[in-house]
């Protein structure tokens, strides 16, 4: 291996593509990233060695291999799952964090499997009661940070603070906003609109001025106006949203397909038009930010989608690798230090 001083371990067998969608996805992130961390793959070695010496034996000094014997499916109940699977990739990848060989991990396991073995092996941080999953979604004027996408669908009110600081951090290294704007996703933006935990999650970040930069309430429609860099809810309602606006876009891009293939005027209009067609392609392709971190954990964790193909992986390889650079967890530390003294945690 090459040596930078930093490490990434990838569960190679988590994914539903495949172990060699997977690898071949990290061989794209050592083609197009030159300063790309240290890889470490963990799974069936030999599945691992096959792969790397058909499609990548110009890596092989700068890969190493842990050999992992089992995996953890998607459907499987995640407490059991680790009990009864010591030696999985998943779990194997977390210890590599937790015991410092690796500086982060990337899986597209089971997402509860892997809330839960983190959580469990590598703890929180100082202050901080649950993890949350940041997503970075996609604009027409740019991106924002979605939190939380699922890790905690009954948040309580300190949990979305505590997301509201940790995804700013996150934002200002990942998307470089010296200043994320906070906002609060609810029903509507006038003064007590929301249920409960909105109302009282909006007092409570309201009270957080100096630590993150909070403009208020935010609607469904807004998400998309460059309204905010971070937008705060519920690990249900984000979850919920993620998956319906995943729905929305596979929806509309098969449909514009289909209704341009009607007849040869369409399609001449369309071939006049590709190069606005591959621009917002580009701009809205939520395949460029290709892993979801599990924030608020003294490691660092990310989540990938099940079903990444190979650029997605790419993509999330290089996150992990900048993440295992960057301060972030000095930042969160002291800002989630002043969040607690000033909600009383």
Do not use: W
């Amino acid at each position: 291996m090459h040596s930078s001083g930093r490490s990434v371990a990838i569960d190679v067998m988590g994914s539903d593509a495949g172990p060699d969608e997977l690898i071949l996805g990290v061989l794209a992130a050592m083609d197009t990233y030159s300063d790309l961390a240290d890889i470490a793959l963990v799974g069936d070695s030999g599945i691992i060695n096959r792969c790397i010496a058909t499609h990548g034996s110009r890596y092989v000094d700068r890969v190493s291999i842990v050999h992992a014997s089992e995996v953890i499916g998607m459907e499987e109940k995640p407490l059991v799952a680790l009990k009864q699977k010591k030696d999985s990739s998943m779990l194997r990848a977390i210890e590599l964090v937790k015991n410092g060989s690796a500086s982060a991990m990337l899986s597209c396991g089971n997402t509860g499997s892997l809330m839960a073995g983190s959580t469990l092996k590598i703890r929180m941080k100082d202050g901080i009661d649950r993890p949350a999953l940041a997503s970075i979604m996609p604009s027409l004027n740019g991106r924002f940070v979605l939190v939380d996408v699922g890790a905690n669908p009954n948040s309580t009110v300190i949990n979305m603070a505590h997301n509201a600081v940790l995804a700013s951090v996150y934002c200002k290294s990942i998307l470089g906003i010296e200043k994320p704007r906070v906002a609060l996703m609810t029903i509507g933006t006038e003064e007590g609109k929301g249920n409960d935990l909105t109302q009282l999650a909006h007092e409570i970040l309201k009270k957080m001025d100096g630590i993150i930069s909070y403009i208020g309430l935010i609607e469904g429609f807004q998400l998309f106006d460059n309204y905010a860099d971070v937008v705060v809810c519920d690990g249900f309602v984000g979850n919920v949203l993620l998956k319906a606006l995943e729905g929305v876009v596979f929806t509309l891009a098969n449909g514009i397909k289909y209704e341009i293939r009607k007849n040869p005027l369409r399609m001449l209009g369309a071939l006049l038009a590709r190069g606005a067609f591959q621009d917002l392609k580009s701009k809205l392709n939520p395949e460029k930010y290709g892993a979801a971190p599990l924030l608020g954990l003294k490691g660092i964790v990310l989540k990938a989608h099940g079903s990444s193909n190979r650029n997605t992986i790419k993509n999330a390889v290089r996150i992990a690798s900048d993440l295992s650079i960057s301060n972030i967890s000095e930042m969160e530390i002291d800002l989630i230090a002043k969040t607690n003294e000033i909600i009383g945690h």
